[in-house]
């Protein structure tokens, strides 16, 4: 589970330690200066995508093993990527191979051509894939059919094959693909967990977790590999198609050769790995070889139970894309602790049954001993998949609630993320969104704190709090199904508020000035516009944290009367009047989720998630749109990753690990296909 960092972190400042090196202290419009590279955070912005470099400040100072155990984990990162593509739509790869082969070899090609193609590759590659990831609504290119077609033909005379045998193919592949390209009505959202009356949301979905499946053909089948399979309907049935490279007694199944170089790549990591890292991975090698779920699940066992410097989420985790919230993308995350920060995060897992004590909820629905969630600040090395290019700001996992409950989990706080978010996009929303200065300024003093204390909070406390009912059978997300993942973003959110003003963070000393509720509360309404750019059609929210940011503050507003909105000329703005009501709002709406999730509670959380998540208000979206536009706010960020790579001496022995950073979205993703070259 992550928190979506893309709304929250859009109102930090990176200066909550006194660690200047997060990536916020140049920017791109400094001049050169002689010598000396120049540390570009923002690289440019394509449609509402802003492209920004990551750095990985401290990393030539790790140990030698450690940087070693970094580069092979980050190539199995690589090595997964192109699975997610596919697990988006059947037509992904081909798109892929058709731009990437089009950038390859650009010679003799029309310069508006060769942008109108670049500018797609960006936000393709930003979304893997040609749906939005956070509206899961499909974009269009702004090139033409013939224009890509003669491209395509230029490209081959400059030597590219677009993973072809000849010309005609080339032409056959495109041709294959051309209603995903093109057609605006050909499988407009990946993920549609509301398709309307009389609608299915596995056919209305065009991601690639399912084939000719309906919903009412699932009624009495059981998955064995729920997580990591394909869905297909033949003539003899269901059938489940395995992600597994084969091996350890399994034959080869789905993503077998991607899956085996991703093997070969831990395999190299381990024996720089410390002994209980070393085992964790050999678990994942045997899980991506016979796709068991018991092998994922001894995996995760071994994860939560080992805190090592360098570290990796690799695996099929997130299940925001199947509208069914069952199937996992691919996804890998490499990243290196970083100890000073680290602090915080500690600070707040020490005191999980502090905080578990106080949770407004029934005492029933109370876990009597929360197992301490490891909570790390960590500089992200690399991330691919549906972890990467667009970043979230923090990550808890394991998502299985049983793995949680007897083991605990692991946060993360993507430290050098959320400082080049804030680079990039701070002072803009804050001028923009904010109508008083007073408001303006201690938003600018303490929003930083406020946002990464949140981020923490909802992480570290709230998804690991509470506990089910022992009259639930099974995990909780079989029961809420497509509304498990909002209930849950929206609970550990709320966790996060609930708990802001209690005393305990003045006495850790993470809140020095009451003033940081106050700058949290209003943050926090707030996003409930700002998030509203990121979606500039449609009148539903399909994105998990935002239905549960959109729930929230529609039912406090309705509910607990502390929050005002007001228009000065044309512009909307919303104003907590009230913290200690909010917070009793917040209490309120946190009891009946946390008892949603114990019960299984479909209904009443459907009530909710209907009532106050799902819609949104076209007229304040184009407002909020064109405002976002005019004021040069990006929807989303997305990294470019910093790069790896191994040096030798003359006998082949690898003596460093040197990190460079690209700059460039094209020249990693390019160069990242031609090392990963897909079958
Ligand atoms: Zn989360």
Redesign the pocket.
């Known amino acids: 589970?992550?928190?979506a960092g893309a709304v929250w972190i859009g109102l930090a400042v990176a200066a909550l330690t006194s660690c200047s090196e997060t990536g916020g202290t140049k920017n791109a419009s400094q001049g050169e200066t002689k010598g000396e590279p120049v540390r570009r955070v923002f690289l440019e912005q394509v449609g509402d995508v802003a492209v920004a470099q990551l750095y990985a400040d401290g990393f030539e100072s790790l140990p030698l093993d450690q940087k070693l155990l970094a580069y092979h984990l980050t190539q199995a990162a690589i090595a997964g990527d192109a699975i997610t593509y596919d697990q988006h739509s059947r037509f992904a790869l081909d798109i892929r191979d058709i731009i990437e082969g089009i950038l390859s070899y650009p010679d003799g090609l029309d310069r508006g051509t060769y942008d109108r193609v670049r500018r797609y590759a960006i936000l393709f590659w930003a979304h893997h894939g040609n749906h939005n990831t956070r509206t899961m609504a499909k974009f269009l290119p702004e090139f033409s059919y013939e224009e890509v077609l003669s491209a395509m033909q230029q490209a081959m005379v400059n030597g590219s094959t677009f993973g072809v045998a000849t010309p005609e193919a080339a032409r056959k592949k495109l041709d294959r693909v051309r209603p995903a390209l093109f057609d605006p009505k050909f499988e407009p959202l990946v993920t549609n967990k509301t398709p309307g009356e009389g609608g299915d949301i596995l056919t209305a979905s065009a991601n690639n977790f399912y084939e000719g499946v309906t919903t009412a053909d699932l009624q009495g089948f059981t998955e064995k590999n729920p997580l990591n399979s394909r869905l297909v309907k033949g003539d003899s049935g269901l059938t489940e198609e395995v992600y597994r490279a084969g091996g350890d007694g399994a034959a080869p199944g789905l993503y077998a050769d991607e899956l085996s170089a991703v093997i070969g790549h831990l395999e190299a990591a381990i024996p720089f790995a410390g002994p209980k890292q070393a085992e964790a991975l050999r678990q994942l090698v045997r899980y991506f070889r016979t796709g068991d779920p018991a092998a994922w699940r001894d995996y995760n066992i071994a994860w939560v139970g080992d805190n090592p410097a360098v570290d990796a989420i690799n695996g099929f985790v997130e299940v925001y894309h199947d509208p069914r919230g069952q199937k996992g993308s691919y996804e890998s995350a490499v990243f290196a602790v970083d100890r000073a920060t680290t602090e915080l995060m500690r600070k707040l897992a020490g005191e999980a049954q502090y905080f578990e004590d106080r949770m407004p909820w029934k005492d029933e629905y109370k876990n009597k001993k929360p197992a301490p969630p490891i909570a790390n600040a960590v500089t992200i090395l690399c991330e691919s998949g549906d972890a990467g290019p667009i970043s979230w700001a923090?990550i808890?996992l394991p998502n299985e609630q049983e793995i949680r409950q007897n083991h605990g989990s692991k946060s993360i706080l993507l430290w050098n993320v959320m400082g080049a978010a804030d680079t990039v996009n701070a002072s803009r929303l804050r001028d923009e969104f904010i109508a008083s200065d007073a408001e303006r300024n201690a938003d600018a003093l303490y929003g930083s704190t406020a946002s990464n204390l949140k981020v923490a909070l909802?992480?570290v406390i709230?998804?690991g709090s509470g506990k089910v009912s022992e009259k639930l059978e099974g995990d909780p997300s079989k029961a809420l199904r497509e509304y498990y993942s909002t209930m849950?973003?929206a609970r550990?959110d709320l966790c996060a508020l609930w708990m802001l003003p209690d005393p305990k963070l003045h006495e850790l000393g993470l809140v020095g000035d009451p003033k940081v509720v106050e700058v949290a509360y209003a943050a926090y309404v707030r996003s409930a516009i700002t998030q509203l750019r990121q979606v500039p059609a449609g009148s539903v929210l399909e994105e998990d944290?935002m239905r549960g940011t959109n729930m929230i503050v529609n039912w406090l507003r309705e509910k607990s009367n502390c929050i005002a909105a007001s228009n000065v000329n044309g512009r909307t703005f919303y104003r907590v009047t009230s913290v200690e009501k909010m917070r009793q709002g917040v209490g309120q709406i946190l009891s009946e989720l946390m008892r949603c999730k114990a019960e299984g509670d479909y209904a009443a959380l459907k009530a909710l998630v209907d009532g106050y998540g799902t819609k949104l208000d076209p007229k304040l979206r184009d407002e909020v749109v064109s405002r976002a536009q005019q004021a040069k706010i990006p929807a989303t960020i997305a990294y470019v990753m910093p790069d790896l790579k191994l040096v030798t001496d003359k006998s082949g022995k690898p003596t460093d690990v040197t990190v460079s950073y690209p700059q460039s979205m094209e020249k990693q993703k390019l160069a990242w296909s031609r090392r990963a070259a897909r079958p």
């Open positions: 589970m992550r928190n923090g808890n909802h992480e709230g998804h849950e973003e550990a944290h």
